[in-house]
């Protein structure tokens, strides 16, 4: 299973004083070197932490697969295109939210999406819609054309007893199932960290998780190079 190292808050850090540091450039370059797979941004729409000049600078330094999560507008399709990462993840976006809180209504937005999803492919980009472990979803996200999924894992990290999160994986293992069935690559992520992972890295059908919060929490404590190793090693343990 491959790791998707997400650097947003690298960024979060540098926007709270309007400084030029930390770098999420140079985030995004320890982490290709401490073994991600590859690099995760969100450009959002209040640029309340990845800037456009960080998505450029990215892209032209690592040599590993960019990312790059978005809303589906046409600013940030325009974007896209120009930049050209290698993957774009298409998320649900509200301004007042601190962080990503569902996943994208694909079923009910189907239209609007599919011809982003074309956009996207045209310029070659490969495009995973982020969404929650429901089969309508799914099942609309291969209608929408997108080769990918990535599966909102929230309420798996959030659940409140071990009755609820047993519940709660069980649903995911079965979305990652059908997904895969049908023809689709399964990704996940949203609030996985070291307690909660090795679960999620026993599905055999998901191909790439991608963490962000968790392994930069940690590495205030031990540097980011061994917060990314230890997560590695923890997926890489159920094996």
Do not use: W
């Not at 995004?28 to 990845?50: M, N």
């Not at 089969?135 to 309420?155: L, N, R, W, Y």
């Amino acid at each position: 299973m491959l790791l998707g190292v997400n650097i947003d808050h690298v960024a979060t850090l540098r926007q709270a004083r309007g400084t030029s540091y930390p770098s999420p450039l140079d985030a995004a370059l320890i982490a290709e070197e401490a073994g991600s797979d590859s690099i995760t941004i969100h450009l959002r729409e209040d640029r309340r932490h990845i800037l456009d000049a960080d998505v450029v600078a990215i892209k032209e330094k690592i040599s590993i697969p960019l990312n790059l999560e978005m809303a589906m507008t046409n600013e940030m399709l325009d974007i896209a295109i120009k930049v050209k990462p290698e993957y774009c993840c298409i998320v649900p976006e509200r301004r007042e939210e601190l962080t990503t809180e569902g996943g994208l209504n694909v079923y009910d937005d189907l239209d609007r999406i599919t011809e982003g999803c074309q956009r996207l492919k045209n310029a070659g980009i490969q495009v995973s819609l982020f969404i929650d472990a429901r089969s309508e979803q799914i099942e609309a996200a291969v209608t929408a054309g997108a080769p990918f999924i990535e599966i909102h894992t929230g309420k798996y990290a959030d659940a409140g007893n071990h009755e609820q999160s047993d519940q709660e994986l069980q649903t995911i293992k079965d979305a990652a199932m059908f997904a895969n069935e049908i023809g689709l690559q399964v990704n996940a992520g949203h609030g996985l960290n070291y307690d909660n992972v090795k679960p999620i890295a026993m599905i055999a059908q998901i191909r790439e998780l991608n963490i962000g919060h968790s392994i930069i929490a940690r590495s205030v404590f031990v540097g980011l190079p061994k917060a990314i190793r230890e997560l590695k090693a923890l997926i890489d343990s159920v094996k």
